[in-house]
């Protein structure tokens, strides 16, 4: 049997300790469902409500909106629309209030559900695309030239700051953080693209300025409480990289840090951020991935929960953020422009996307393994919680300091039981209740957040047999 040990010495130290949840982008797949009324209201009971996953964090997407004679985007979801419209009466643009529908229906839904655990980031790929060089909002025409007019980076930091005001105060949703771009420091991005909006924005001088821009158009706008938030690039080696080539004028204004982990992380940006005195978010991650010794619905899962026990546990921080919790659609009658989404469901053996599929023609949500993979960390560990690292690279433990609770998932992706052992160092758990809670199989015979087990803790160690493929909650009252 495996000793694995849980010290408070090993407290997160990112954000004094608070951890602030668990969360999804909303692009693309709430401006997909969010015509339906019925898609979106279970969307929220599904994804941001206790009952479900109970995410809280909602990253909204602030579409640039693209040329109107464009029509280059192939997907049927990521053709953002912009706020801002052109006026032939007056030959300018102006700010368009009634856009967006969609995704702000679902947002409306999400925030509600959330309760007062909500928190919304407002974020963008791309700036209007008559702000960019190459006139497209899917990027540059070489993909690594910064395709933002540099005669435009006031007027794009104010256009972001309109909108959170506009969804402040017509809405009544608040808006806590802002990213001005989105993996910036990359070549992903170019001109008329099939694929989405994207922007690259070179680190050092413009970063800098788009960064001081955005906090001052958010003073001007009475929004200084809206933390701004960089750079959001696609991996922890890159953001380590962008962030030193901030200028301290830039570093000073930065309220949070934000990366992605699209590759292996590095415990080095976390390291930075802490000693800049910076909060740290993991904000986007996700892939068609497998991992487990099983060739069934549990291998999608087990590497989800693999990542994210991996992310928090290399980087420490205060959220975690999956790319889409919805990622696939299945359509049987084409869109407006002839465009048609998957016509039925995929192997859900093989790796995928998202945790769950909207069927549009039939306005069902249909879920997977790794939506109940995800449930076990976002239902259990709270906005609140502390994370308490182990030396171990299948489990993750958070404390609830007002209550006392302390949590454990552990993952086993063996096809074999596997004995552990989980030594509390100082914490007595003696005659405390121990509720233990289960995902394995598959989606139509296996567990779902199953409670197996339940039981009366003794002295300072909890022995636990974690079944095949399987990932475990522990929840010690």
Known sequence: MKNIIISTANASKT????????????????????????????????FFSKEGLGLNIMRYNIGGGDDPTHSHIERTDSEMPGWWKYDEKSGSFLFNPDTDKNQLAV??????????????????????????VSGCTSGSKNAVANNLKQSQIAPFAQYLAQVCENIQTCHGIKIKSLAAMNEPFTNYWKAFSPKQEGCHVSPGKMQSQLITATAQALKDKGLSDITVTATDE????????????????ALEVVGRVSTHTYSKATPKVGEYARLKGKNLWMSETDWS???????????????????????????????WVIWQVVAGYLSRVPDSRGRLDMPAMPDLTKGYWGCAFADIDKQEIYLTQKYYAFGQFSRYIRPGMTLL?????????????????????????????????????????????????????????????????????????????????????????
């Open 234 to 249: 696609t991996n922890t080696k890159l953001q380590l990289r962008a962030l030193k080539k901030l200028s301290d004028e």
């Open 107 to 132: 947002l409306k839904a999400a925030y509600e559900a959330s309760g007062e655990d909500a928190f919304v980031e407002a974020f963008s790929n791309s700036p209007p695309y008559y702000m960019t």
């Open 389 to 477: 690292h182990m030396n171990s690279d299948h489990a993750i433990a958070a404390f609830d300091k007002k209550t006392g609770k302390t949590v454990i998932v552990a993952v086993n992706p063996k096809a074999k039981t596997r004995a552990r052992s989980y030594i509390f160092e100082h914490i007595s758990l003696e005659g405390k209740k121990v509720t233990t809670v289960r995902t394995s199989g598959s989606i139509s015979e296996g567990e779902h957040w199953a409670e197996v087990d339940s039981f009366t803790a003794r002295g300072n160690c909890l022995c636990a047999k974690l079944m095949p493929n399987s990932i475990t909650t522990f929840i010690i009252e």
């Open 289 to 319: 991935s497998t991992s487990g010794e099983t060739d069934g619905e549990m291998g999608p899962a087990i590497w989800l929960s693999e990542k994210i026990i991996e992310d928090l546990n290399t980087l420490s921080p205060s959220a």
């Open 15 to 46: 954000n004094s300790g608070k951890f602030e949840g668990f969360g999804t982008s909303l692009c693309w797949w709430a401006n997909r469902v969010g015509f339906s009324e019925k898609l979106t209201a279970d969307s929220a009971k599904l």
